[in-house]
């Protein structure tokens, strides 16, 4: 769903940062060679997520959902330059496009990729993150929520991507819909949890920033 005219979101693109030449790239490999394509984040959010990062300046961030690595790249580009990106995917068959693309952006060796269930692998990473962006199964997210509250510290920011689900979040719930009740709950959740401040961003699908107090 386009929730801004073809023309605006045109308009946004032409009069926000120009995309890196590697994230091009990625791009069209990506509809080459991967299903789905859609899923990947883009030139827009790629440069909201890569701004977001150069404010934080995080020494440490992780992320949930690496597809083919775009948006891993565009959050490295904000690391400290002794920081580190924990990334988790469950799908190994994407790791060698996100190692090729890692190692040309010049960020491979600050990225950690780790391949399985994000929600066994949480738990045993050693560092408190300081930027978080939560974009994998979103029937999980409540659980993937609660796993880096346990990693992250006041001032931390966790990002949750895909939280408007194409508008139906405002539409008639279908019965056999068994995802948009839950990103619901998950979005009155973040807004009601004292332990964050939380503003709901009209980016793309959605993306919610929180703020751990």
């Not at 929730?3 to 990625?26: A, G, M, N, T």
């Not at 009601?192 to 009209?202: A, G, K, N, S």
Request: aromatic fraction near 8%.
């Amino acid at each position: 769903m386009h929730f801004l005219s073809e023309v605006l979101e045109e308009y946004i693109r032409q009069h926000s940062e120009e995309e890196p030449e590697i994230l091009q790239d990625l791009t069209r490999e990506t509809h080459l060679k991967v299903v789905r394509p859609r899923m990947l984040t883009g030139h827009f959010q790629g440069r909201v997520l890569s701004q977001l990062s150069k404010i934080i300046r995080p020494k440490h961030i992780l992320e949930i959902g690496t597809y083919t690595g775009y948006s891993a790249i565009c959050l490295a580009e904000g690391l400290r330059e002794n920081g580190q990106l924990h990334t988790i995917d469950v799908n190994e068959e994407l790791a060698d496009i996100q190692q090729k693309y890692f190692k040309k952006s010049g960020y491979g060796h600050q990225i950690v990729p780790h391949i399985g269930d994000a929600k066994q692998i949480i738990p045993k990473l050693e560092p408190s993150f300081d930027l978080v962006f939560i974009d994998a199964e979103k029937k999980e997210y409540d659980d993937y929520f609660e796993l880096v509250m346990e990693k992250t510290r006041s001032g931390s920011v966790i990002l949750s991507d895909n939280v408007l689900w194409s508008g139906k979040v405002v539409e008639p719930l279908d019965k056999k819909d068994k995802v948009t009740p839950l990103l619901l709950d998950y979005n009155e959740k973040l807004r009601d949890d004292p332990r964050v401040e939380t503003v709901l961003l009209p980016i793309r699908d959605g993306l919610t920033l929180s703020r751990v107090l």
